[in-house]
């Protein structure tokens, strides 16, 4: 298992900015494909981002497209969210996921992911 903690979260107004990070420890950080996903108040969780371990493609939702990038740090373990212009639909609470390289499911399905952070609230003020 490996075990994962967000930081980053905050308010911030309409069009700013904020770095989300992802720590991980326990099993080899290297071994695992990331992603981010978000659930809002009532809301289903949704996917986000993600980064393959293999070949370090990235893939993002629609709604974040342009202004979201996913990176990774396997020095430091770490996997970080840049939002920019960020929008108030944009609010809710942002997870972090693993899931193990082998798994070839589909990045953008939280069943695929066996390991969550807590979460960190983002508030985007209009």
């Known amino acids: 298992q490996v075990q994962l903690v967000e930081s980053g979260g905050g308010l911030v107004q309409a069009g700013g900015s904020l770095r989300l990070s992802c720590a991980a420890s326990g099993r080899t950080f290297g071994n695992y494909h990331m992603g981010w996903f978000r659930q809002a108040p009532g809301k289903e969780r949704e996917f986000v981002s993600a980064?393959?371990?293999?070949?370090?493609?990235?893939y993002y939702a629609d709604s974040v497209k342009g202004r979201f990038t996913i990176s990774r740090d396997n020095d430091k373990n770490t996997v970080y969210l840049q939002m920019n212009s960020l929008k108030p639909e944009d609010t809710a609470g942002y997870y972090c996921?693993?899931?193990?390289?082998?798994?070839?499911?589909?990045?953008?399905?939280?069943?695929?992911?066996?390991?969550w952070g807590q979460g960190t609230q983002v508030t985007v003020s209009s």
């Open positions: 980064i393959i371990l293999s070949s370090g493609a990235t």
């Open positions: 996921a693993a899931r193990p390289y082998y798994n070839h499911g589909s990045y953008y399905d939280a069943a695929q992911y066996a390991n």
